[in-house]
């Protein structure tokens, strides 16, 4: 009869320290998306408004200045918005899965929620990229 | 007092192929995406170094000696401030990407719980830094209503 080792993934023996990780993750996660979701409340509030005086002050302030400059505003502010909006849902739906799947002892439940999670990161990793990308345009200027 | 069952039961997550695979793809990409982004602040700090033009990006725009100095100031504590976040966050996601994948690799379960606990805490500086956000945006609109009351 092969031994167990006592610290295996697959072992059967009751581990509260998995769970107490698992559940701060889920925590720290879904307090972000509250805190995201009411700030992006705050900014569609804000918007509606005084929207219109907002983007004309923005496009005032830019350096370039052509015809069609606020049209541009009003799709940059949709497109950051609905990037904003998919990422927290990701966190949001990865924080459940995950809580939820501790809770009820579900594996499926758990891999759903690191699935979110994997989703969250490809996110961070094109925005990272994008964001490295103008950090060398800017270097080699 | 009565609790409920889950809070009293100790956990029985025996973690199946189908779950391992999914923590590992995440770390994976939580990998890369700890060192993107280190890349990037390492890249904009030498850029900052480097190019005067990104330091003293008001000169052109005709403002005094005092305020492009406060202005420089400032930019300097962003940068700081911008410097040993990225440094935190990148400890953080790189170590959940390395104790998870060594983890499931070696099927030890003391990895995987130090990587988790790793990117517990990455969310919690984010969280951190979401709140300070937050309490900066309600006084900014609060001064602003009482300056707009005055």
């Known amino acids: ?141 | 007092m009565n609790q409920p069952e889950h809070d009293k039961s100790p956990s029985f997550i025996p973690l199946d192929i189908y779950t391992k695979s999914k923590i590992s793809s995440t770390a994976k990409v939580a990998g890369t995406v700890a060192i993107l982004s280190i890349s990037g602040t390492i890249i904009s700090l030498i850029a900052y170094i480097t190019k005067p033009s990104v330091r003293t990006g008001l000169a052109k725009e005709g403002f005094d000696d005092a305020t492009l100095q406060m202005a420089a100031q400032g930019s300097v504590l962003y940068i700081a401030f911008s410097v040993i976040v990225s440094a935190v966050l990148f400890y953080m996601l790189y170590s959940f990407s390395k104790s998870a994948q060594k983890g499931l690799a070696a099927d030890d379960r003391r990895s995987l719980n130090k990587g988790l606990f790793h990117l517990a805490t990455y969310f919690k500086v984010i969280a951190i830094i979401f709140l300070c956000a937050l309490a900066f945006m309600f006084l900014s609109v609060l001064m602003m209503m009482l300056g707009a009351a005055t």
């Open chain 1, 1 to 141: 009869m092969t031994e167990q080792d006592p610290h295996s993934i697959f072992e059967t023996d009751p581990d509260p320290e998995l769970d107490r990780q698992l559940l701060a993750l889920s925590r720290w996660t879904r307090l972000i998306t509250v805190i995201g979701f009411g700030m992006g409340a705050f900014v569609v509030a804000m918007m509606l408004v005084s929207g219109a005086v907002i983007l004309k002050s923005l496009e005032s302030i830019l350096p370039v200045k052509a015809e069609g400059t606020y049209g541009a505003l009003i799709v940059v502010f949709f497109i950051f918005f609905f990037i904003t909006a998919t990422v927290l849902y990701f966190l949001y739906k990865a924080a459940s899965n995950i809580k939820a799947g501790v809770l009820q002892k579900n594996t499926t439940l758990l891999a759903e929620g690191f699935s979110n999670f994997h989703r969250f990161f490809i996110a961070m990793a094109i925005l990272s990229g994008i964001s490295l990308l103008a950090n060398i345009s800017t270097l080699f200027q």
